[in-house]
């Protein structure tokens, strides 16, 4: 009988049993179920003849036919097809059966219906080993999509991967020809999105997407014929989910024949879907992990670390291309005003804003960074002085333009320094430096403008370096001074103006604007400010609890500390600290500080007066306010600039400013304090026309605070105090 029974067939396995010329002599009932080939249809055939399709492999055939020839036995995982067209994948054995003495040799010949494992645990194999030797994205996805389609020929597969918006992007298509790419444009009619719609769909969806039949699926009908020209027949998207239940990817199959369910693809599928999960989430860790270590968190912008990479590539191309370069420093005017105002909320806001700013005004071969805090940088490649100064002021007027922000229209402002490769450095940190000098002097010149730098201004900036070691220094130590000039109301004494002295160890005097102006630069002002307040209302309480009668102390403060909305709170604390009420300080400053666009700055002068303290405004007519608005400042006093007092003698318009401001002062109500006031012809024209307090060296010159004890007694107003 061609057809056996017995122990062979409880296996389930199929048997054929092969002559010495390998024809098929016997089957077992197992054969014919899983194979479709009776004892009958198998007799005297090769097994070749019945079980090879188009895509069996050859060599794993060649290996069993030897192996079978010489006696030897041999196990191979191998594609084979059943009578009715089949694809199965067995386990292919092959064995010498021994039997007695003479009888004509045997071969058995087992095959085993492995449901595809052997096939998907190889391509499990090369893909995790891959992964394990590091192999990049692109690599491993190749190596998938050729694997699979070694597993399934009348397959083509693609790989695409998609961001956090969504948008799909190739990473792999190793057999599918170039014109057939879904994500490339086919047509000026919007083809490409015809073609990626079923990928678009499982994206959106989380669902395999299958289309059956290209040739008559009505939405492929504009891109059919190039299509079925390949002999793609079917196409199916299956979606890649990550653990987290967000979609990264699309894994396509586009079939050589109408696509039917079968047991070869979906098993096939379900196991690339797995590695290619894997691919693509330890990828966008890779991602995430380089996104954190070389950009910022906040802004999105290149880190230092970034930058410092960039700058020296970019710097190694300038050089070897003899191409200019600008490295452009970046400085918001006043932020922490606006975080400590409106919340650091909106400061995280406002450096966003302005970071897509500098990102929309950068080319693509240029490189935006934020450093930290509120500090930027631009690198422009292949730029010029002239394109520099041009992107510049464009970035400038891109970055004035208003924020809102939970309701809040904020306006920010920036001040900018330039350095020029090679003029001003061929390294990143040089180049870094000359820019955060320049911009240091766009800042102190005001403020929303930009700088080129200099050598003259990077010897100042060392110089101003030591000057503010020194000034830390001081400050530390006590090696800074008040010292103290009477204002007198008559013969009475109206006050004392607290004027801050520095002598340097090598330097000598500092003159106080220069070290006001060193303050500012160096972002001492603040540490200072609080220096004096504290000194001024510890010397006040030391002279009230010796009964020495000076009735107020008046203190200068900057136009920045006003911009401080913790002010008010300083001050009360200095006058509180020392047991002293608010009429022993007087604070004075400028009309530029109260005349500033920033309504912040007016606020805290307010809250200053609404304290008690009495406010007054220096250097009156030489500022910027209006007449009109000066009634609506919180002041109780003003400051006749020493410029008009000078010139009393010698200009009659100086006379006539000095009595017009006179007299609009007593229509307001305020105490004016003429300063500068050195001779007797300059005390008698101020009396004569109103100006009841005077100061100046005609009076007394500053004096430490024992000299003015000493002058007090001298002159008889130890007791005399102006009411």
Same mark, same amino acid.
């Given at each position: 009988?061609?057809?056996?029974s017995?122990?062979?067939?409880?296996s389930?396995?199929?048997?054929?049993?092969?002559?010495?010329?390998?024809r098929?002599?016997?089957v077992? &009932?197992g054969?014919?179920?899983l194979?479709?080939?009776?004892?009958?249809?198998?007799l005297?055939?090769?097994p070749?003849?019945?079980?090879?399709?188009p895509d069996t492999d !050859?060599?794993?055939?060649?290996?069993?036919?030897?192996?079978?020839?010489s006696?030897?036995?041999?196990?191979?995982p191998?594609?084979?097809?059943?009578?009715?067209?089949?694809?199965?994948?067995?386990?292919?054995?092959?064995s010498?059966l021994?039997?007695?003495?003479?009888?004509?040799?045997?071969v058995?010949?087992?095959?085993?219906?492995?449901?595809?494992a052997?096939?998907?645990?190889a391509?499990?194999?090369?893909?995790?080993?891959?992964m394990a030797?590091?192999?990049?994205l692109?690599d491993?996805a190749?190596l998938? #999509?050729?694997?699979?389609?070694?597993?399934?020929p009348?397959?083509?597969a693609?790989?695409?991967q !998609?961001?956090?918006?969504?948008?799909?992007?190739?990473?792999?298509?190793?057999s599918?020809?170039?014109?057939?790419?879904?994500l490339?444009?086919?047509?000026?009619n919007?083809?490409a999105?015809?073609?990626l719609?079923? #990928?678009?769909? =499982?994206a959106a %969806?989380?669902?395999?997407?299958?289309?059956?039949?290209?040739?008559?699926?009505p939405?492929? =009908?504009p891109?059919?014929?190039?299509?079925?020209?390949?002999?793609?027949?079917?196409?199916s998207?299956?979606?890649?989910?990550?653990h987290?239940? &967000?979609?990264?990817?699309? @894994?396509?199959?586009?079939?050589?024949?109408?696509?039917?369910?079968d047991?070869?693809?979906?098993?096939?599928?379900?196991?690339?879907l797995?590695?290619?999960?894997?691919l $693509?989430?330890?990828?966008?860790e890779?991602?995430?992990?380089?996104?954190?270590?070389?950009?910022?968190?906040? &802004?999105?912008? %290149?880190?230092r670390?970034m930058l410092? =990479?960039?700058?020296?590539?970019?710097l190694?191309?300038?050089q070897?291309?003899?191409?200019?370069?600008?490295l452009?420093?970046?400085?918001l005017?006043?932020?922490?005003?606006?975080?400590?105002?409106q919340?650091?909320?909106?400061?995280?806001?406002? $450096?966003r804003a302005?970071?897509?700013?500098?990102q929309?005004?950068?080319?693509?071969?240029?490189?935006?960074?934020?450093?930290?805090?509120?500090?930027?940088?631009?690198?422009?490649t292949? #730029?010029?002085?002239r394109q520099?100064?041009?992107?510049?002021?464009?970035?400038?007027?891109?970055?004035?333009?208003?924020?809102?922000?939970?309701?809040?229209?904020?306006?920010?402002?920036a001040?900018?320094?330039?350095?020029?490769?090679?003029?001003?450095?061929?390294?990143?940190d040089?180049?870094?430096?000359?820019?955060d000098v320049?911009?240091?002097?766009a800042?102190?010149a005001?403020?929303?403008?930009?700088?080129?730098?200099?050598t003259?201004?990077?010897?100042?900036a060392?110089?101003?370096?030591?000057?503010?070691a020194?000034?830390c220094?001081?400050l530390?130590t006590?090696?800074?001074?008040?010292h103290?000039?009477?204002?007198?109301?008559?013969?009475?004494?109206?006050?004392?103006?607290?004027?801050?002295?520095?002598?340097h160890?090598?330097?000598?005097?500092?003159?106080?604007?220069?070290?006001a102006?060193? !303050?500012?630069?160096?972002g001492l002002?603040?540490a200072?400010?609080?220096?004096?307040?504290?000194e001024?209302?510890?010397q006040?309480a030391?002279w009230? /609890?010796?009964?020495v009668?000076?009735?107020r102390?008046?203190?200068?403060?900057?136009a920045?500390?006003?911009?401080?909305?913790d002010?008010?709170?300083?001050?009360?604390?200095?006058?509180?600290a020392?047991?002293?009420?608010?009429?022993? @300080?007087?604070?004075?400053?400028?009309?530029?500080?109260?005349?500033?666009p920033d309504?912040?700055?007016l606020a805290?002068?307010?809250?200053?007066?609404?304290?008690?303290?009495?406010l007054?405004?220096?250097?009156?007519?030489?500022g910027?306010?209006?007449?009109? &608005?000066?009634?609506l400042?919180?002041i109780?006093?003003?400051k006749?600039?020493?410029?008009?007092?000078?010139?009393?003698?010698?200009?009659?318009?100086?006379?006539?400013?000095?009595?017009a401001?006179?007299?609009? /002062?007593r229509?307001?109500?305020?105490?004016?304090?003429?300063?500068?006031?050195e001779t007797?012809?300059?005390?008698?024209?101020?009396?004569a026309?109103?100006?009841?307090?005077?100061q100046?060296?005609?009076?007394?010159?500053?004096?430490? =605070?024992?000299a003015?004890?000493?002058w007090l007694?001298?002159?008889?107003?130890?007791?005399?105090?102006s009411k």
């Amino acid at each position: 009988m061609p057809v056996f029974s017995g122990h062979p067939d409880v296996s389930g396995n199929a048997i054929a049993i092969m002559d010495g010329e390998l024809r098929i002599a016997r089957v077992n &009932t197992g054969f014919a179920r899983l194979l479709g080939h009776d004892g009958v249809q198998a007799l005297g055939r090769r097994p070749s003849e019945l079980l090879c399709g188009p895509d069996t492999d !050859a060599s794993a055939l060649d290996a069993l036919r030897t192996a079978a020839a010489s006696g030897q036995e041999l196990q191979t995982p191998v594609r084979v097809y059943a009578g009715d067209g089949r694809a199965l994948w067995v386990t292919a054995t092959v064995s010498a059966l021994h039997g007695a003495m003479g009888a004509p040799r045997r071969v058995a010949l087992v095959l085993r219906d492995t449901a595809r494992a052997p096939v998907h645990e190889a391509l499990r194999h090369k893909v995790l080993d891959a992964m394990a030797h590091g192999v990049p994205l692109r690599d491993a996805a190749l190596l998938l #999509c050729r694997e699979v389609e070694k597993s399934a020929p009348d397959v083509i597969a693609v790989l695409l991967q !998609a961001d956090a918006d969504g948008h799909l992007r190739l990473i792999a298509a190793p057999s599918l020809p170039p014109e057939l790419d879904c994500l490339a444009p086919m047509a000026n009619n919007g083809q490409a999105q015809i073609a990626l719609c079923d #990928c678009h769909a =499982a994206a959106a %969806a989380g669902e395999p997407v299958l289309t059956t039949d290209i040739a008559s699926d009505p939405r492929w =009908a504009p891109v059919r014929e190039r299509f079925m020209a390949h002999g793609l027949q079917a196409c199916s998207a299956h979606p890649i989910i990550a653990h987290d239940g &967000t979609v990264i990817g699309v @894994l396509v199959f586009y079939y050589r024949d109408r696509h039917r369910q079968d047991a070869l693809h979906e098993p096939l599928a379900h196991a690339s879907l797995h590695l290619c999960a894997l691919l $693509l989430e330890r990828e966008r860790e890779r991602a995430h992990i380089h996104q954190l270590a070389y950009y910022d968190a906040l &802004t999105g912008l %290149a880190n230092r670390g970034m930058l410092n =990479a960039q700058a020296a590539r970019m710097l190694h191309e300038a050089q070897r291309n003899a191409a200019p370069l600008a490295l452009v420093f970046i400085d918001l005017d006043h932020f922490k005003q606006t975080n400590d105002t409106q919340g650091h909320l909106a400061g995280d806001a406002l $450096l966003r804003a302005v970071a897509q700013r500098l990102q929309d005004g950068a080319r693509a071969s240029d490189v935006a960074a934020r450093l930290g805090g509120d500090e930027f940088v631009l690198l422009l490649t292949h #730029c010029d002085t002239r394109q520099a100064a041009v992107t510049v002021e464009r970035l400038l007027a891109a970055i004035a333009q208003p924020v809102p922000v939970n309701g809040v229209t904020l306006c920010p402002r920036a001040s900018v320094g330039i350095a020029m490769f090679p003029e001003d450095g061929d390294n990143p940190d040089t180049l870094l430096h000359c820019a955060d000098v320049a911009m240091y002097r766009a800042k102190t010149a005001g403020g929303q403008r930009w700088c080129f730098h200099s050598t003259t201004m990077d010897d100042r900036a060392r110089k101003l370096s030591l000057l503010e070691a020194d000034l830390c220094q001081a400050l530390r130590t006590g090696a800074l001074a008040l010292h103290y000039q009477p204002q007198l109301r008559g013969a009475a004494l109206h006050g004392v103006e607290a004027l801050l002295r520095w002598t340097h160890p090598l330097l000598g005097p500092i003159a106080p604007e220069h070290l006001a102006r060193t !303050a500012g630069e160096c972002g001492l002002s603040a540490a200072l400010t609080q220096w004096v307040l504290r000194e001024a209302c510890r010397q006040m309480a030391d002279w009230h /609890a010796r009964a020495v009668a000076v009735p107020r102390v008046a203190v200068n403060l900057q136009a920045s500390d006003f911009l401080d909305p913790d002010l008010p709170e300083t001050i009360t604390h200095a006058l509180a600290a020392h047991g002293l009420p608010p009429s022993a @300080l007087v604070v004075e400053t400028t009309e530029e500080a109260l005349s500033t666009p920033d309504a912040h700055a007016l606020a805290t002068a307010r809250a200053v007066r609404e304290r008690g303290i009495a406010l007054a405004l220096d250097n009156f007519g030489t500022g910027y306010s209006s007449l009109g &608005t000066l009634h609506l400042l919180p002041i109780s006093e003003l400051k006749l600039d020493r410029s008009f007092v000078r010139d009393i003698e010698t200009s009659a318009t100086a006379r006539a400013l000095t009595g017009a401001m006179l007299h609009i /002062a007593r229509g307001l109500d305020l105490d004016v304090v003429a300063e500068g006031v050195e001779t007797a012809a300059q005390q008698q024209f101020l009396r004569a026309h109103g100006c009841k307090v005077l100061q100046g060296y005609l009076l007394s010159p500053p004096l430490p =605070a024992e000299a003015l004890e000493s002058w007090l007694a001298q002159h008889g107003r130890r007791a005399r105090i102006s009411k």
